[in-house]
């Protein structure tokens, strides 16, 4: 055991800092996306649309090291925790990058059209799903299973206003056939920061269960769609 | 090492068997949802919309069987593989789960409106969908590489179907306000049908992976929607 400590931990660290890399990277896509989308910049939302490159690519690399990390050092207890943990939070990233290019190719679309009234709530659902995800990051860094479960309760503020925008939006689809084809786009965007929400839900669960073993999935009702 | 083998292949088995049980739990709630929804068949429909808890109940117990199988048995190669292989197919199929839920939730609202015009493609849809899910499921009990990737060509042909109801619905919302809530109610359904393609496609790529030690993900096009 002695011999292996060391370069198991080094390991485990380089692990973890590529994963918070992926993070950032994933993070920093989706506020492209919504900066994009709020500014109406075709170049921040083309830079959000091609830019989940190099998520792809820690995303298959993460793997290998959790993977490698399982076959070589056959990890115990709180160890074997960090890196199932690891190889969960690493999925959920990939996700959220794609959901950020999903975000982006939307929002190019809206802009082929004139503006939908102020965008409803969208932009504060892209501030909640942003907050979201960081907050679920440092409570993985800083193993901190009080702010994981803030991100829990956020999840239902992001929820409610799924519901809300698309309540309005249906309003004005109603109303005036027009505000159609961009009121679909605002509505596929706000289901995409959702889901965002719930990968960083996803996460908040995984820190909650590396730190204390405790499983808090399927506590509440099913993930149902409004 | 002789000790702990023929135990070590029971629990592999075993899980195994209860991978398989939830893969049939789970196609079968994406059966009763699409049913429910061309047949008009409330019953089917809350059935469907409530029947998630065995699946949820599964993943938890599954999840604890693959953590548990790399704690006390730490394998090695083709049996890690294995394990790594199957908590992925679970948390793919939990989803598909959720993803059936929502699919029966959109269509008992679209129930309270008169029928759009025959459903478009989307009963198509959830044929292929089901076929997909089963081919992958199939192909991890027979290690078939064949067939997986034939579950990865599969995923093009839904994405176009996708992309064509899509287009068909919003035709008809344009052209008249009556539509516009059934409409989106069916584009909602045609991109849960479309995501439980994506995971069977996960499932897919994880049994080329256990099976051959290959990465076929990313090789492509980023997952952009429609």
């Given at each position: 055991m002695e011999r292996a400590v060391p370069h198991f931990q080094d390991e485990l660290e380089g692990l973890q800092t590529r994963l918070l890399e992926m993070g950032g990277l994933a993070e920093e896509l989706v506020r492209l996306a919504v900066q994009g989308l709020v500014t109406r910049d075709v170049s921040l939302l083309d830079k959000a649309h091609h830019g989940d490159e190099p998520i792809n690519q820690l995303h298959i690399e993460i793997d290998n090291r959790c993977f490698k990390l399982l076959a070589l050092h056959q990890p115990m207890a709180t160890d074997l925790r960090a890196i199932v943990a690891s190889a969960k939070i690493n999925t959920d990233l990939e996700r959220v990058g794609d959901l950020a290019v999903n975000t982006a190719e939307a929002a190019k679309r809206y802009n082929n059209h004139p503006p939908v009234k102020?965008?409803?709530?969208i932009p504060q659902m892209g501030e909640i799903a942003q907050g979201m995800l960081r907050d679920a990051l440092d409570a993985f860094v800083r193993r901190d299973t009080g702010l994981a479960r803030r991100v829990l309760n956020e999840d239902d503020r992001l929820d409610a206003l799924k519901t809300k925008v698309f309540r309005e939006l249906l309003n004005y689809m109603l109303k005036d056939p027009a505000t159609v084809e961009p009121s679909l786009d605002l509505i596929l965007i706000s289901r995409h920061l959702e889901r965002i929400g719930d990968h960083a839900t996803n996460i908040a669960e995984d820190v909650i269960f590396m730190v204390s073993a405790l499983d808090v999935r399927h506590a509440g009702q099913p993930d149902a769609d409004a």
């Amino acid at each position: 055991m002695e011999r292996a400590v060391p370069h198991f931990q080094d390991e485990l660290e380089g692990l973890q800092t590529r994963l918070l890399e992926m993070g950032g990277l994933a993070e920093e896509l989706v506020r492209l996306a919504v900066q994009g989308l709020v500014t109406r910049d075709v170049s921040l939302l083309d830079k959000a649309h091609h830019g989940d490159e190099p998520i792809n690519q820690l995303h298959i690399e993460i793997d290998n090291r959790c993977f490698k990390l399982l076959a070589l050092h056959q990890p115990m207890a709180t160890d074997l925790r960090a890196i199932v943990a690891s190889a969960k939070i690493n999925t959920d990233l990939e996700r959220v990058g794609d959901l950020a290019v999903n975000t982006a190719e939307a929002a190019k679309r809206y802009n082929n059209h004139p503006p939908v009234k102020r965008l409803v709530d969208i932009p504060q659902m892209g501030e909640i799903a942003q907050g979201m995800l960081r907050d679920a990051l440092d409570a993985f860094v800083r193993r901190d299973t009080g702010l994981a479960r803030r991100v829990l309760n956020e999840d239902d503020r992001l929820d409610a206003l799924k519901t809300k925008v698309f309540r309005e939006l249906l309003n004005y689809m109603l109303k005036d056939p027009a505000t159609v084809e961009p009121s679909l786009d605002l509505i596929l965007i706000s289901r995409h920061l959702e889901r965002i929400g719930d990968h960083a839900t996803n996460i908040a669960e995984d820190v909650i269960f590396m730190v204390s073993a405790l499983d808090v999935r399927h506590a509440g009702q099913p993930d149902a769609d409004a």
